[in-house]
């Protein structure tokens, strides 16, 4: 009986472990969730090419502006 | 951000002393300005200066040097960098589009000088998004953005040259300097670069196509004979003279670099707005071949 009890104590002292370990490391690896829903639904590598440039134009016309957010060595435009 | 260094530098050029410079900030800013931070700010390109100082220094440079477009242009341009700086705007997303609607109605008025400036600054518009839709992976966005910003800027610079040939024909005063065509063809660059990560600038064909089909090399060179202080010129000569592997190049760059600040001659330095060039991958032939010349 002491056993089994020892038993189901250090199962579920084993359970609350693993539960707070894997708590930690969602909180340290959060999912990408804003990146993923800004990716373009369109494949990375499709070509673009002129003559479609028109085309994307028009369908892009209301495209929603994006805030500017330079990162590393980017030129600077000037007026 | 603007350059204060170069303004500065481009204000004691005039030949003022130290002495009327002060009193010409004075008349602008009565609560003047600490003489130790102005030789800091002549002779350092990291230093930063606070918003009143900044203020009063880019006013005096206005009034120095106005510029050419219409104060109603002038005025556009203004509002929008605000309105980009101001980061806890909430509605910034949509001001931006309607002030898109606006310029495209309003770019089709006026003289040529000033649709050029509406031109250009519609071109900044779509150049600002450039950075964040990269970075985003909104590769077709990007494409579109590119295209309507050189579209712009390329309307801007034909009917600026137009204006300056015009000028000279009739032997009126030119009042668009070659330093005025010359942002626009930075910013011209500018589209092809900031549209590609850093590890696809060495080896775009575009980008490369653009660089030898234009006089971007030569142009900035007459530059910075006029205004050697202009870093950012000597440093953007660098990057790309070195993603065209010109040895030559880089070396005259690398030498118009430290001439505007001998601060750079050290590959860590880092001025205001830019990163050091030892840490940006697009300079990397470059110091290879200055490191071997030094040896």
């Known amino acids: 009986m002491i056993r089994q009890i020892i038993i189901i104590f250090t199962s579920l002292l084993l359970i609350s472990a693993c539960s707070s ?9 959060p999912a990408p969730a804003a990146t993923v829903e800004l990716m373009d639904s369109r494949s990375e590598g ?16 209301n495209a929603p502006i994006i805030l500017i957010q330079n990162e590393d060595d980017d030129m600077q435009r000037l007026d | 951000m603007s350059n204060l260094y170069s303004k500065i530098h481009r204000l004691k050029a005039q030949g003022w002393t130290w002495e009327t410079f002060l ?4 008349l602008i800013y009565p609560a003047g300005i600490d003489p130790k931070t102005l030789y800091a700010l002549h002779r350092k390109p990291h230093h930063q200066a606070n918003n009143q100082i900044s203020k009063a220094i880019l006013e005096l440079h206005d009034q120095q040097f106005p510029s050419p477009f219409p104060a109603d242009t002038q005025a556009l341009l203004n509002i929008y960098n605000r309105l980009l700086s101001c980061k806890k705007h909430s509605g910034i997303d949509q001001d931006i589009k309607d002030f898109l609607v606006f310029l495209a109605s309003d770019i089709n008025f ?14 900044d518009i779509h150049l600002d998004q450039l950075p964040t839709l990269r970075n985003n992976g909104q590769s077709q966005a990007l494409a579109v953005q590119k295209e309507l910003a050189l579209e712009h800027y390329q309307q801007s ?19 668009i300097d070659d330093f005025t065509l010359y942002k626009l063809q930075q ?6 670069l900031n549209s590609l ?3 696809q ?15 971007f090399i030569q142009s900035s060179k007459r530059v910075l004979h006029t205004e050697p202080y202009q870093w950012i010129i000597a440093r953007n000569g660098l990057r790309f003279s070195s993603i065209n592997s010109n040895k030559a190049d880089c070396e005259f760059f690398y030498q118009a670099l430290i001439i505007a600040n001998s601060a750079f001659a050290d590959f860590n330095y880092a001025p205001n707005g830019a990163p050091p060039i030892m840490q940006s991958t697009e300079f990397k032939w470059a110091i290879q071949q200055i490191n071997e010349g030094i040896q």
Do not use: F
């Open chain 1, 21 to 29: 370990s894997d708590e930690q490391d969602r909180a340290e690896h």
């Open chain 1, 46 to 61: 499709e070509s673009t090419s002129p003559a479609s440039i028109k085309a994307l134009k028009k369908s892009h016309k």
């Open chain 2, 23 to 26: 009193q010409k900030i004075d």
């Open chain 2, 110 to 123: 006026g003289d040529n000088l000033r649709r050029a400036r509406l031109h250009w600054l519609k071109a």
């Open chain 2, 157 to 175: 610079y034909q009917l600026l040259e137009g204006i300056k040939t015009q000028q000279q024909k009739s032997q009126q005063a030119v009042t």
């Open chain 2, 187 to 192: 910013n011209m660059l500018a589209c092809h």
């Open chain 2, 197 to 199: 990560h850093a590890d």
């Open chain 2, 201 to 215: 600038r060495y080896t775009d064909q575009s980008l490369k196509h653009y660089l030898n089909h234009s006089n």
